[in-house]
């Protein structure tokens, strides 16, 4: 009897740290930041600078836990032609996945749209934190989405490698 109660209740322990983990990963570290966002940017072809384009209807989400997860969903007025021509494009871009709740960020279809050529990639910020570029994906319609994503520099620095010669020096702690 005393060993099916210690089984018992190593399951409901296992149970209920389970769920906790569950919520913190998915709920706890998330914020809404939609009433934050003042500027959407996207680098330009010419300068080389970020730059604030027109932007409507936005719903983000970001978290301190992580410089990774940070998604947005806007629409712009923009067309892609002239965005095309203006900013630069973000070869590579991998959208992260969403936590489910927030539906409006769909990653699997924003990359199969990405790879198919219905969306464009382009480089919103780069570096926005070292080694953490924003991306923001395009539709001809005006929907756009954002998100972060690990750089080349990043990438390498990350993993515990010098810094490259052709990257900005990192940060104190990272190297």
């Not at 939609?34 to 719903?59: D, H, M, P, R, Y």
Request: proline share 6%; with cysteine.
């Amino acid at each position: 009897m005393i060993a099916r109660i210690a089984i018992l209740g190593i399951l409901v322990i296992a149970l209920i740290a389970g769920a906790a983990l569950y919520y913190l990963q998915v709920y706890a570290y998330y914020d809404d930041v939609s009433g934050n966002v003042e500027e959407v940017q996207l680098t330009s072809v010419v300068s080389g600078e970020a730059e604030g384009i027109l932007f409507e209807n936005i719903k983000a989400i970001n978290s301190d836990s992580s410089p990774l997860r940070y998604r947005a969903c806007f629409n712009t007025g923009l067309s892609l032609a002239l965005l095309t021509e203006t900013y630069e494009i973000y070869d590579g871009a991998e959208p992260r996945v969403a936590p489910g709740w927030f539906d409006c960020f769909d990653a699997a279809q924003i990359g199969a749209d990405l790879e198919n050529g219905v969306a464009v990639a382009f480089l919103g910020n780069r570096d926005i934190q070292y080694g953490i570029d924003r991306v923001i994906a395009v539709y001809p319609d005006g929907r756009a989405f954002a998100w972060h994503q690990i750089n080349f520099c990043g990438d390498v620095v990350f993993d515990g490698n010098p810094t490259p010669p052709e990257c900005p020096p990192a940060p104190e702690g990272l190297n």
